[in-house]
């Protein structure tokens, strides 16, 4: 029995092709974050937040800036990549490859990548409450700590379904 036809999958087929397109229509929202990153770069004056905190853009000193632009560069790369591997992976769950070994790896990446996005997050984070003083950690970090772990912790769960399926798989076409 190939387990890749069951009529439950139709749904996903579905369901991932319209994520697809989508996450199709992200990427080109997140490419259009590099000529912003190049007009922030020359930008004069205006006013930047991070962090809960404002800063005028036209103030601040040139290591700062290019601390900023460069950790801005990282983090439109890393979420291109997560959505370019997330895309790939509803591409091919909207073919029917669902339980297949490149599914697998492409799940893999995107939740390596979605992980380098939140540590990126907490980063940013941690550099801002080190560099102003009046930040201040307050009750909402520890709660947004909090659904990160069940959250990936969720993904991971999945990912590790994914994997028992795609084997469940590769072992029923063995067997005839």
Known sequence: ????????????????????????????????????????????????????ESFQWGEVGWLFKVFVIGFFMVALFVMQRLAFFFRELMNRFSVGQVFSPESVALARWSLRFALAFYGLKLLMDLIVTIVIPSFEIDFGYAWDFLMAVIFFGFLYTLLWALEVGAELNEESQGTI
């Open 1 to 52: 029995m190939d387990i890749q036809n069951l009529p439950r999958l139709q749904q996903i087929k579905i369901w991932s092709g319209r994520i697809a397109r989508l996450l199709g229509f992200i990427r080109f929202i997140l490419f259009l974050g590099w000529p912003m990153i190049v007009f922030l770069a020359f930008a004069q004056s205006g006013t930047l937040h991070l962090s809960d």
